[in-house]
């Protein structure tokens, strides 16, 4: 039988995805359609979805076997009550090397003081000793997931001292990892470079607040590549401003594309990404979508799956 398979984005995306989520398809010897739009909603069996397409009331599609998100992020869809089948999250490998290259490079952006030399052209010599060694820094990982476990790795190579903070307890080798409260004061207050890479859920919104931030290292830096949510902005300012942080290297807001008036634009102790720092690559995504609806079709789990619940 034919899979019927739905691209529901923004007209933007269909150059990019729409020949290469056909080419891997055929190369994974599917029987397949792949359609922008339908009549007949009823015979869609996957829908590939991004919040800005045309369809956010999955009601009509009686008879899905799942909705495939196209991104890492799952809080615009997740509280959708016209869901009624699974719910399958991105997970894709050129995000995750895209999003290890993007934080690694941040890390070591402030671990060397780069912009001090990269922003002097004032013929002052700056000689002063060597950046310290990667050894001596400690970086704390917010979120272990797909994402949060690749940035840690990618920076533990290096010989960063590495901690990681999760919901659930972890184990990994050579990583001290924590959970809970207790937990992400540990992390907070031990950690010279704290990278945030965590899903924005009921839980972990606004959890980078004044309280949380009373337990940071009296000069961290803070990497934000999650979501903008999980940090109370007027908090974090009032963080930079009294010195208790020393700079924020933001990718993602509350709002976005961010104000032009906000004030993180006007504040030198802040840096901002226009949510650029990783990306679902097509290529590496379709491979996984593809894998995917093959499993489900020999009877298998569906890989990455969206726990409602959990919200994540
Ligand atoms: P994931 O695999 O689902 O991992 C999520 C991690 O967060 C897990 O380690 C999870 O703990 C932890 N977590 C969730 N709720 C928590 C809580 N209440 N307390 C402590 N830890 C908690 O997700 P991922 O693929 O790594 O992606 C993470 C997020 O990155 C995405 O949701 C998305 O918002 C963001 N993202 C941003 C960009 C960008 O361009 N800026 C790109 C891609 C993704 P457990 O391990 O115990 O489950």
């Not at 917010?142 to 901690?163: D, E, M, P, R, Y």
Request: aromatic share 6%; glycine share 8%; with cysteine.
């Amino acid at each position: 039988m034919t899979t019927n398979i739905l691209f529901s984005a923004a007209e933007r995306h269909h150059p990019v995805w729409l020949p290469a989520l056909h080419n891997t398809f055929s190369e994974f010897g599917l029987d397949f359609n792949l359609l922008i739009e339908t009549n007949r909603p009823n015979d869609i069996h996957y829908l590939l979805h991004s919040p800005d397409g045309p369809i956010n009331d999955f009601t009509p599609f009686a008879n899905l076997k799942a909705i495939m998100t196209l991104w890492a992020g799952v809080e615009d869809i997740i509280a959708n009550p016209t869901i009624s089948c699974p719910l399958v999250r991105m997970n894709d490998p050129g995000m995750v090397e895209g999003m290890s290259e993007w934080v690694t490079g941040q890390v070591l952006r402030h671990h060397l003081g780069m912009d001090r030399h990269i922003m002097n052209n004032t013929g002052a010599w700056l000689k002063e000793t060597s950046p310290p060694l990667a050894r001596s820094r400690v970086v704390g990982f917010l979120g272990l997931g797909v994402l949060g476990l690749a940035c840690l790795k990618a920076v533990q190579s290096l010989k960063f001292q590495v901690i990681g903070w999760s919901r659930t307890p972890k184990e990994i080798p050579g990583v001290k990892t924590f959970h809970g409260k207790d937990g992400l004061t540990r992390v907070l207050a031990t950690s010279d470079i704290v990278a945030i890479i965590l899903p924005l859920t009921k839980e972990t919104a606004d959890l980078i607040n004044r309280d949380t931030l009373q337990s940071v290292k009296r000069g961290a830096v803070l990497i934000n590549s999650g979501r903008g949510g999980l940090i109370k902005e007027e908090d974090l300012l009032e963080a930079l401003d009294c010195g208790l942080l020393s700079h924020a290297t933001l990718d993602v807001f509350k709002i976005e594309p961010l104000p032009v008036d906000h004030p993180f634009w006007q504040h030198e102790q802040v840096s901002i990404w226009p949510h650029i720092s990783s990306e679902s690559r097509p290529q590496t995504a379709s491979i996984s979508i593809a894998r995917n609806i093959v499993k489900n079709q020999k009877g298998e789990q569906l890989d990455n799956l969206v726990d409602i619940t959990r919200g994540y």
